[in-house]
T-cell receptor, first 109, second 115 residues
C-alpha cells in the first residue's frame, strides 16, 4: 500500500531558527511529490512539485529537496508568518494524491 | 490570481438530509477533484472527474455520494442521507492537465457539520 509519512508531527521554532521537515514515501512509480501549506480552517495551498531524485525547488524561505525515498522541506530563518501545517503528497496515479498527516510549524517572534 | 471557489463555507445539516456542495474550478482547468479532511486527520481523496465522467473514486465514495458538472462553470458534490461521520472539511480541487506531475489547486473548503 502506498504510504506517506511526515515527521515531526509538530515543530516549534524561534524566529530565525532554521529547520527541516521530512516526508518519507513508499509508492510504486512516483509521478510527482508535492508540498502544500495549510492554514487553520483553509484549503491546501500549492508550494512545490518535485519529480526526480536530486531535484530542488525554492520559494522565499522554503526549499524542497527530493531523494528516492524521501523529501525535505527546509525553512531558512523562519518568520511568524511561516507558521502553518505543511503537507506532503505523492501522486499515486493519473488522478489521485495521497497525503501525509502534515507537520505543524509554529514560529515564535 | 485564479482560484477555486467553494460555497457555502459552512453547512450544518440534520442527519439523513441531502446536501450539495458547490465549487467553481479555475476556468481553464479540465480535471476536477473532491477531497475531504476529517478533523485532525489526513486529507483523503474522494473522486476525480473529467469530461463529464468519474475518472477514479475511492472506497469512501460509495452510492451515498455523486458528482456533477451541471453547467460550464460549476462542479458539485451531492451527499445523500448524511451521517454523523460525514462531518468534515470538503475540498474541491482542479488541475489543467492530468498525468505526470499534476498540480492540483484547492479551494478553501466547505465545513460540513452533520447533527
Amino acid at each position: 500500500e502506498d504510504q506517506v509519512t511526515q515527521s515531526p508531527e509538530a515543530l516549534r521554532l524561534q524566529e530565525g531558527e532554521s529547520s527541516s521537515l521530512n516526508c518519507s514515501y513508499t509508492v510504486s512509480g512516483l509521478r510527482g511529490l508535492f508540498w502544500y501549506r495549510q492554514d487553520p480552517g483553509k484549503g491546501p495551498e500549492f508550494l512545490f512539485t518535485l519529480y526526480s531524485a536530486g531535484e530542488e525547488k525554492e520559494k522565499e524561505r522554503l526549499k524542497a529537496t527530493l531523494t528516492k525515498k524521501e523529501s525535505f522541506l527546509h525553512i531558512t530563518a523562519p518568520k511568524p508568518e511561516d507558521s502553518a501545517t505543511y503537507l506532503c503528497a505523492v501522486q499515486v496515479n493519473d488522478y489521485k494524491l495521497s497525503f501525509g498527516a502534515g507537520t505543524t510549524v509554529t514560529v515564535r517572534a | 490570481e485564479p482560484e477555486v471557489t467553494q460555497t457555502p463555507s459552512h453547512q450544518v445539516t440534520q442527519m439523513g438530509q441531502e446536501v450539495i456542495l458547490r465549487c467553481v474550478p479555475i476556468s481553464n482547468h479540465l480535471y476536477f477533484y473532491w477531497y475531504r479532511q476529517i478533523l485532525g486527520q489526513k486529507v483523503e481523496f474522494l473522486v476525480s472527474f473529467y469530461n463529464n465522467e468519474i475518472s477514479e473514486k475511492s472506497e469512501i465514495f460509495d452510492d451515498q455520494f455523486s458528482v456533477e458538472r451541471p453547467d460550464g462553470s460549476n462542479f458539485t458534490l451531492k451527499i445523500r442521507s448524511t451521517k454523523l461521520e460525514d462531518s468534515a472539511m470538503y475540498f474541491c480541487a482542479s488541475s489543467e492537465v492530468f498525468g505526470y506531475g499534476t498540480e492540483a489547486f484547492f479551494g478553501q473548503g466547505t465545513r460540513l457539520t452533520v447533527v
